[in-house]
């Protein structure tokens, strides 16, 4: 067994405080949030049941944690209202909008620039 293995592997949760196991070996019947979503499922404010850990050379701790959920506890996406609709379309508008010029660009602004590409580079 590697040091990675048995240090990410935990299943009493003695030493993390939930149960721990290493990146794809997880139990069936625990799913992470994207998951859940590709199920079209939601956690339903269910408490985190356990955590996958891995290797990671991005992290400052050098491990990637994902929490995992209980699939049989989950319930149903919730369903987009007409007022959620209209907000997103309001919020996607507004990030297509150029500041400048106030035309609608098609494409979202960068926030890099603030501006449309033909605002920000007249010439």
């Known amino acids: ?3 990675a293995f048995s240090r990410c592997y935990d299943p ?3 030493r993390y405080g939930i149960p721990t196991y290493p990146w794809r070996l997880a139990p069936d019947g625990l799913a992470t949030r994207r998951q859940l979503r590709a199920c079209g499922l939601r956690p339903a404010g269910q408490p985190v049941a356990a955590q996958i850990m891995r290797r990671s050379r991005r992290r400052k701790a050098g491990v990637a944690i994902a929490y995992l959920y209980r699939l049989d506890l989950a ?3 919730r369903a987009m209202t007409p007022g959620r609709v209209r907000a997103l ?3 996607m508008r507004a990030r297509r909008t150029c500041p400048g010029c106030r035309v609608d660009a098609g494409y979202c602004i960068p ?3 603030g501006l449309c ?3 920000a580079y007249p010439a």
């Open 75 to 77: 319930r149903p996406v």
């Open 117 to 119: 590409v033909t605002c």
């Open 12 to 14: 009493t949760g003695a």
């Open 111 to 113: 926030t890099s620039l």
């Open 1 to 3: 067994m590697s040091p």
């Open 89 to 91: 379309a309001a919020a």
